[in-house]
Each structure stands twice: as structure tokens, then as C-alpha cells.
């Protein structure tokens, strides 16, 4: 068990680039969820995926965001023309339908700076 | 929805001392579950403590053990004989049945501080 692991850790871009994260889920995982954090808060629920469906989306989640899971294994979330508002720490969770704690486990986080 | 209120932006103890962090949410599910996550400096969250909303006995684990009061939806983590490396943000969160068919709902958190 190595963990969820995200990448980059730390992502600096202009306003209106596009950019792109990825997260590897702990290998035998099949739910994967994507968190928002701003500072001074606790992270906020923006989507979550079992195996390769993305089953539910908070109405955080604009237009310019998306995610996806193609295999049921890794997952990118991609934010399309950036704004400053998305400036954020973007955390990402996996955990098992198929044990009964179904306990979320949270990667580092990737740090995002839009300039 | 659901909602998880945290009313301590910050505690400071001395280290071995007993601390109790404050937690209080609302549901109008009856399936649910609670949970204390830590996140320390390095900021990745580190699941604390859970407890499933149909059992009236309280969860422990090791030093950290949680007051569930399920009728003033009150959920509180107390910390026994404190450590430095207890210092971190604590946050109260809480979801659905599973805990996994649905995101959790966090409070804004708790950042706790051990004095050597």
C-alpha cells in the first residue's frame, strides 16, 4: 500500500491557461473523489467516481472543470481557462466499496497558483 | 444537505495535557457517518478517529477517543496525555451512509497547538 499520490505537488499558471492534475489512487480502490481546500477552510466536495463512473458532481463544479477516470484507475481533473478564484490546494481520495470501513485516504494534495 | 460547524479556530495546550475539540453538525439522514481527520504542516490528511451514527458506543483509539451525542448532534474528539506531534489542523467532517456513496461535509477546522 503506497498511498494516493498526486502530481504535480505544485502548479503555477496565468490566467485563462488551462491545467491539468493527476491522481493515482491506492491500487485496490475503486471509489476516487476530488476536494477543493482554500486557505483557512476545510476541503469541499467536488466529485467522485466509482471505478470509471463519475456518480456525482457538486454544483462547485463549473463548466471549465472536469474529471475523469478512463480505466477505473487514475484520474485527472482538468481546469479550463483559469481564474484567480481557482487558486486552491486540490485534494484527491480513494477507499473500497468492498470494505466495510469504507474509509476516504487522501493524497498530498497538488497546490494551485493562478497569477 | 448537511452541515458540520466547527467553533474553534484555534486551542493551545501544554503537552500531556487533555484537550477537547468541539464539533457539532446536521443531518437529516439517519444512516451517517463522523469523522476526525488530522492534517499536520506537511497538509495531508490523516483520518483520526470514525463513528457510525447507529452505535451509542463511543469510538476510541488510543489516546483519542470522541463524546457522540446524537440527539444534540454534538460529536467532540478528546486528545489524552498530548504530544507535540498531536499540533495540526483537526478537522469534524461527516457523510452519508458508507461514508463513500457521497463526498464528505467538513468543518472549517480546529488548529490545535502542543506547548512543549
Known amino acids: 500500500d503506497t498511498g494516493v499520490s498526486q502530481n504535480p505537488r505544485h502548479k503555477i499558471t496565468k490566467r485563462g491557461q488551462n491545467v491539468t492534475f493527476r491522481c493515482d489512487p491506492i491500487s485496490e480502490h475503486n471509489r476516487l473523489y476530488w476536494y477543493r481546500q482554500t486557505l483557512g477552510q476545510g476541503p469541499e466536495f467536488l466529485t467522485y467516481?466509482?471505478?470509471?463512473?463519475?456518480?456525482?458532481k457538486s454544483r462547485l463544479l463549473s463548466d471549465r472543470f472536469s474529471a475523469e477516470r478512463p480505466k477505473g484507475s487514475f484520474s485527472t481533473l482538468e481546469i479550463q481557462r483559469t481564474e484567480q478564484g481557482d487558486s486552491a490546494m486540490y485534494l484527491c481520495?480513494?477507499?473500497?466499496?468492498?470494505?466495510?470501513?469504507?474509509?476516504?485516504?487522501f493524497g498530498p494534495g497538488t497546490r494551485l497558483t493562478v497569477l | 444537505a448537511q452541515t458540520v460547524t466547527q467553533s474553534q479556530p484555534e486551542m493551545s495546550v501544554q503537552e500531556a495535557e487533555t484537550v477537547t475539540l468541539s464539533c457539532t453538525y446536521d443531518t437529516s439522514e439517519n444512516n451517517y457517518y463522523l469523522f476526525w481527520y488530522k492534517q499536520p504542516p506537511s497538509r495531508q490528511m490523516i483520518l483520526v478517529i470514525r463513528?457510525?451514527?447507529?452505535?451509542?458506543q463511543n469510538a476510541t483509539e488510543n489516546r483519542f477517543s470522541v463524546n457522540f451525542q446524537k440527539a444534540a448532534k454534538s460529536f467532540s474528539l478528546k486528545i489524552s496525555d498530548s504530544q507535540l506531534g498531536d499540533t495540526a489542523m483537526y478537522f469534524c467532517a461527516s457523510s452519508y451512509s458508507g461514508g463513500g456513496a457521497d463526498g464528505l461535509t467538513f468543518g472549517k477546522g480546529t488548529h490545535l497547538i502542543i506547548q512543549p
Open positions: 463513528q457510525e451514527a447507529y452505535k451509542q
Open positions: 481520495a480513494s477507499s473500497s466499496v468492498t470494505k466495510s470501513t469504507d474509509t476516504q485516504y
Open positions: 467516481f466509482q471505478n470509471e463512473a463519475q456518480l456525482e
